[in-house]
């Protein structure tokens, strides 16, 4: 290849090279904008079923709700 050839094609690269750099920055910027909101709303998902009681319990919790109502149940007989 000539020089004056390699001249342009290395500027002709050079600038393709910045585009792509922008584009690359704006999309990694626009991925990071996508998943803190995503966090966001599954956040409010998350609260929404817990308010509505669509979440299932945890085992923990069931072992104490149990025990719960044993005590209560224990207590209404001997009452």
Known sequence: MEPKHSAEMSRHLDKQNKALMETYRAMSHELHKLQVEEEIIMRKLYELMSVEG????????????KAGESTQENEERES
Do not use: A, G, T, V
């Open 54 to 65: 669509l979440l299932p319990k945890r085992k923990n919790e069931k072992q104490l709700e």
